[in-house]
């Protein structure tokens, strides 16, 4: 029986324009044979998280250049959770210090990919981590 | 006498090679060696003197011998006060002229306290709600001396009219006003992605700032026509150079649509653009940019006046060639790519901070990079005379081939319609993400190098200090915009917004009314909300 491909959602909450690098991870994801859906800018938490139930994802990577990310990402985790779907696997990227990365690692996200990760890292690391949803 | 190719046959063949390649950032091929074979065109038509037609070798006759371009560093954070601090430290360290960041709900034309807002006050920039921030963030700095530059786009109308005000409050007449506001919103729906409504209406009101500024306030810049945000995004030098130079195509189109004489607002039309780290080809690039606009404005356009052909430019270190790892080694990276932006003949200029990459600049970072401006200006002897690597034959094969390549992207623009059209067809937007994604796959397979990322890296703890954003600003700053939406003239406020929407429905110049509403202490998301109504709310395509 053929395995059915993970579904991955990369987003880009808030009013953050850069996307330059979720583009990129977006087409990686998707050329390393995942099924990718991008949600494109300006996502709310509750956009985000309605897509990853509407889209059934495994998993779910926010983009975040702009700061906001301390309070981005526990929303879209707390809608998820609301949502009934805190078994998907939450990733992210961006301009995120370390000591904010420990804390949000702390809250369940499972890793956060900071300037000069490559995208064969991150490819093998959703491959290697990211697990179907029953 | 030897020629070239004999020289490269007889004497080079023999050389060994280092097993790299030799290409620019962007890809384009570099010879082992420039001759005077490679200089094409005669020295009054390629080059000619500063000053002069087509302007390659400097826009001014005098460049930095009569005047040093301006240092001006962009700052912003926090709330008004806090920026206003920071404007003053900067004046205060030698700094020429101000140059504004606002954050993302001020640029996306939301209040701090809009839904949309949360988490983003003063992170990204200053936070500007209404006419009251606007009085604070410029207390004390005298608007008729000091010129300032604002990056805001969807919003700009209303930033633009808030400066007005607040001059018109020191009692400075708007005829003296100078200063650029950014307003590219062609570039928007291409690279930085500020956005409220569609293309075509956020065309129409950068065309009525335009009209507005050639009669009311003709010493200010009503756009600033950016490469900068094109090639963060991902763009090679020319496809930088050749949609940007498209762009002002555009806006000089819908200016002459408009009925307005290409003279009466061409020279104030400005430019902005990055300067990245392969030094040679941004130097060209500068000096290909105003051979090109000089030429397209005389020979497209019509234009007489020579400061319609003369392409003045604001230029930026580039953001995205900075490392988070080993963070000194950046003000290495902005020290040559500053001293690229001046042997480039740049009118005004920004160096980041060594700490760009992991948050807003600390004082202590942003101070070095002003230093770096001024150690070239003071110290390195290159201001001495105008365009010093004019004629190098390296620099002018360069110049002519980005030239060169560059309009063959602005002819295949032209077929395509122009840019709104190419806009609307995604195809500037994919060029992006495709050099974007090439680069990156060069960068894994060590095609090409940055170094302590892919080469000369340490296990390193990154220990630099940083600037953090207080997250209480956030709560005062909402309390304060509530409390003056509470306390105004709700009628007022009322009647001055119906006046923008009738405008923006009738085409009458939307600046009046706006000016007039910001006077009224009508909000930045208000005067856009109406927009969001009027005209649309335009969403990402999202391609990848």
């Not at chain 2, 020629?3 to 280092?18: I, M, N, S």
């Not at chain 2, 000089?294 to 497209?300: G, I, N, P, S, V």
């Not at chain 2, 010093?388 to 395509?416: C, H, Q, W």
């Given at each position: ?9 990369v987003a880009k909450p808030g009013l953050d324009g850069h996307d330059r690098?979720a583009k990129?991870?977006a ?10 859906i991008y949600t494109g800018l300006h996502q709310t938490p509750e956009m985000i998280?309605e897509a ?11 983009s975040?250049l702009s ?68 | ?101 606002f954050d993302m709900p001020t640029l996306m034309g939301y209040d701090?306290?809009s839904e949309r807002a949360?988490?983003e006050?003063?992170?990204e ?26 990056t805001v786009n969807c919003s700009a109308s209303v930033l633009l ?20 506001i950014q307003n590219d919103m062609l570039k928007e729906y291409i690279a930085q992605k500020e956005w409220i409504c569609p293309p075509a209406p956020a065309l129409r009101i950068v065309t009525d700032m335009v ?12 756009v600033s026509i950016s490469?900068?945000h094109i090639?963060e995004a ?9 949609f940007t130079?498209a762009d002002?195509?555009c806006y000089?189109?819908d ?158 623009i032209?077929?395509m319609g122009g840019m709104l059209k190419a806009i609307e067809l995604g195809y500037p937007q994919r060029e992006i993400a ?63 917004l119906?006046?923008v929407a009738?405008a923006c429905r009738?085409g009458?110049?939307l600046?009046?009314?706006i ?8 909000t930045v998301g208000e005067i856009s909300d109406v927009f969001r109504t009027e005209f649309g709310v335009y969403r990402d395509p999202g391609w990848i």
């Amino acid at each position: 029986m053929a395995e059915k491909r993970l579904r991955i959602l990369v987003a880009k909450p808030g009013l953050d324009g850069h996307d330059r690098g979720a583009k990129i991870i977006a087409r990686a994801l998707r050329d390393g044979g995942f099924e990718v859906i991008y949600t494109g800018l300006h996502q709310t938490p509750e956009m985000i998280a309605e897509a990853a139930v509407q889209e059934d994802v495994d998993a779910v990577g926010l983009s975040i250049l702009s700061g906001a990310h301390m309070t981005l990402f526990p929303e879209v985790i707390r809608l998820l959770k609301e949502k009934g779907a805190d078994d998907v696997t939450i990733f992210g990227g961006g301009i995120i210090p370390d000591p904010d990365a420990r804390k949000l690692a702390e809250m369940g996200v499972k890793a956060i990919f900071t300037p000069g990760a490559s995208t064969e890292d991150i490819v093998k690391w959703v491959g290697e981590n990211v697990h179907p949803r029953e | 006498m030897t020629t070239k190719r004999e020289w490269l046959e007889q004497t080079y063949k023999d050389a060994k090679e280092r097993p790299v390649r030799f290409t620019t950032l962007s890809d384009l091929a570099i010879e082992p060696l420039y001759t005077p074979e490679d200089l094409k065109s005669g020295y009054e038509t390629a080059l000619g003197y500063p000053g002069v037609y087509p302007y390659t070798r400097g826009v001014y006759e005098s460049m930095y011998r009569g005047r040093l371009w301006t240092m001006r560093q962009f700052a912003g954070y926090g709330l008004a006060e806090d920026t206003n601090q920071r404007f003053h430290f900067l004046l205060s360290q030698g700094q020429g002229g101000l140059s504004t960041a606002f954050d993302m709900p001020t640029l996306m034309g939301y209040d701090a306290d809009s839904e949309r807002a949360i988490g983003e006050v003063g992170r990204e920039g200053v936070s500007v709600s209404s006419i009251h921030d606007m009085a604070t963030l410029f207390d004390r700095i005298p608007i008729e001396r000091v010129s300032t530059s604002m990056t805001v786009n969807c919003s700009a109308s209303v930033l633009l009219a808030a400066y007005l005000v607040i001059a018109e409050r020191q009692g400075v007449a708007w005829e003296q006003v100078s200063g650029t506001i950014q307003n590219d919103m062609l570039k928007e729906y291409i690279a930085q992605k500020e956005w409220i409504c569609p293309p075509a209406p956020a065309l129409r009101i950068v065309t009525d700032m335009v009209e507005f500024c050639a009669s009311k306030a003709p010493r200010f810049h009503p756009v600033s026509i950016s490469g900068y945000h094109i090639r963060e995004a991902g763009s090679t030098a020319v496809q930088e150079l050749a949609f940007t130079i498209a762009d002002g195509l555009c806006y000089v189109e819908d200016g002459i649509k408009r009925g307005l004489d290409v003279d009466d607002f061409a020279p104030r039309l400005s430019f902005f653009w990055d300067i990245h780290v392969d030094f040679l080809e941004e130097i060209a690039k500068l000096r290909a940019a105003r051979r090109m606009w000089a030429r397209l404005m005389k020979e497209r356009f019509g234009a007489r006046n020579p400061r319609s052909m003369m392409l003045r430019t604001h230029a930026q270190t580039a953001g995205v060639s900075l490392t988070a790892q080993q963070p000194i080694n950046n003000v290495v990276r902005v020290a040559l790519q500053a001293m690229a932006g001046v042997l480039g003949g740049v009118q005004s200029m920004h160096t980041n901070s060594m700490d760009e990459t992991l948050a807003l600049p600390t004082e202590r970072a942003v101070m070095v990079a002003l230093r770096t401006q001024q150690i070239i200006a003071e110290e390195t002897g290159v201001t001495n005379t105008i365009d010093p690597l004019g004629g190098s034959y390296a620099l002018e094969a360069l110049t002519d081939k980005i030239e060169a390549e560059a309009m063959d992207y602005v002819r295949k623009i032209d077929e395509m319609g122009g840019m709104l059209k190419a806009i609307e067809l995604g195809y500037p937007q994919r060029e992006i993400a495709e050099a974007a994604f090439t680069y990156q796959r060069q960068l894994e397979q060590g095609i090409k190098t940055v170094v302590g990322v892919n080469k000369f890296s340490v296990p390193e703890e990154i220990s630099i200090e940083v600037l953090k954003i207080d997250p209480a600003l956030e709560e005062r700053q909402i309390q304060r915009v509530r409390k003056m939406k509470r306390e105004r003239n709700s009628i007022a406020v009322k009647d001055a917004l119906k006046r923008v929407a009738e405008a923006c429905r009738s085409g009458e110049n939307l600046m009046e009314p706006i000016c007039d509403a910001v006077r009224r202490e009508t909000t930045v998301g208000e005067i856009s909300d109406v927009f969001r109504t009027e005209f649309g709310v335009y969403r990402d395509p999202g391609w990848i």
